[in-house]
């Protein structure tokens, strides 16, 4: 038994939960593991988070977002229990419906999941975001953006290439010029995977919120992009427009200033993806991240068309190669052999 074990026996042994049957719930990107408590004797059940403080995570911007999102009416999990200094939490358990999961199973459903999201945005952005947050800057952005070079370019070519400069600047011009806005939440990875279907409770609180401890100050663009551009799933063209233009018409934007930031942050946050996706796989170990490229490449196609983004897309044209068959087994034959880098 690892010493990691008795420190969560150890926990949950001063909880409510002591006599609770625990089972495996599925994991993430992260080293975050997730496990179900259930008591035998009613059912009831609570999900516990093991987030190991010796492998970087922490759980308190987690206990941060999720008190000020439920303060809001919102539905992220309530906190059960909490040992910050050991990494463990109990949280609500807000059950298994996850967006990419009802979907499939009933595609009359798919419009109103993804409205009903869209409108929590909106709800979301008219409160003043909570205290401490970084912001979501075009040069943080930039640096971002730069990962396709890390990682995806270096995975395909064996090289980072001699314009990852000229790229970084450029895409910060563009975010500067287009999309510098930081007034809001944002939890940057607000996607059909993170969002449960609550469907007993009423209005904006249907949607089950989960992996929001990453949240920053943003763009109000930005967390509607992650949902409609989905690199998990593919979100009908219709709704990805319709969503848009919901949006607008609740926040009040300017049609042609946010769809702009819309196609600017789409860009760069697929740029991001084709990075991390490529370091979930030569680093990690994670070598199905890989499959989903494809996808995030033809979201990047569409939002490096907008005239705004031309100076980039020149650029990222230019040098990127396409994810062919062969440069994404090239990806997988990298594999974990890069864990220090």
């Known amino acids: 038994m690892t010493d990691r074990v008795l420190l969560q026996q150890a926990f949950i042994a001063q909880t409510d939960w002591a006599d609770a049957i625990i089972a495996p719930l599925a994991g993430d990107a992260s080293n975050r593991r997730y496990l179900r408590l259930t008591r035998a004797a009613t059912g009831e059940t609570a999900v516990l988070m093991d987030a190991p403080p010796e492998k970087g995570e922490d759980v308190r911007p987690f206990l941060h977002i999720a008190r000020y999102l439920t303060g809001l009416g919102l539905s992220a999990p309530r906190i059960l229990a909490e040992d910050t200094e050991n990494g463990f939490l109990i949280l609500e358990d807000l059950?298994?419906?996850?967006?990419?999961?009802?979907?499939?199973?009933?595609?009359?459903?798919?419009?109103?999941?993804?409205?009903?999201a869209t409108d929590l945005l909106a709800e979301l952005h008219r409160?003043?975001?909570?205290?401490?947050l970084a912001a979501y800057s075009p040069g943080v952005m930039a640096d971002m953006a730069a990962l396709a070079f890390d990682w995806y370019l270096l995975g395909a070519t064996g090289d980072i290439g001699a314009q990852r400069g000229t790229f970084h600047a450029a895409i910060k011009t563009s975010l500067s010029t287009h999309a510098s806005e930081t007034n809001?939440?944002?939890?940057?990875?607000?996607?059909?995977?993170?969002?449960?279907?609550?469907?007993?409770?009423?209005?904006?609180?249907?949607?089950?919120?989960?992996?929001?401890?990453?949240?920053?100050?943003g763009h109000p663009a930005y967390d509607l992009v992650s949902i409609l551009q989905d690199a998990r799933r593919d979100v009908p063209p219709a709704i990805e427009q319709a969503m848009i233009a919901r949006y607008i018409d609740k926040s009040g934007a300017d049609p042609e200033t946010f769809e702009t930031a819309y196609r600017c942050l789409g860009a760069q946050r697929n740029l991001r993806i084709l990075g991390v996706f490529a370091r979930l796989c030569m680093r990690d170990g994670k070598a199905h991240y890989v499959d989903l490229i494809p996808?995030?490449?033809?979201?990047?196609?569409?939002?490096?068309?907008?005239?705004?983004?031309?100076?980039?897309?020149?650029?990222?044209?230019?040098?990127?190669?396409?994810?062919?068959?062969?440069?994404l087994q090239r990806l997988k034959d990298l594999c974990a052999s890069k864990p220090t880098r």
Not at 103 to 108: C, L, M, S, V
Not at 307 to 319: C, F, K, L, S
């Open 95 to 116: 059950g298994d419906a996850l967006f990419a999961r009802v979907i499939p199973k009933d595609a009359n459903l798919e419009l109103p999941l993804y409205t009903a």
């Open 127 to 132: 409160h003043a975001p909570p205290p401490n």
């Open 184 to 217: 809001v939440l944002i939890q940057r990875d607000y996607h059909a995977e993170n969002l449960l279907w609550l469907g007993d409770r009423a209005g904006v609180a249907r949607v089950g919120l989960l992996d929001f401890q990453d949240a920053m100050l």
């Open 295 to 327: 996808r995030v490449w033809a979201h990047l196609g569409h939002d490096l068309s907008h005239p705004a983004m031309a100076p980039v897309a020149e650029i990222a044209r230019a040098v990127l190669p396409p994810p062919t068959p062969t440069i």
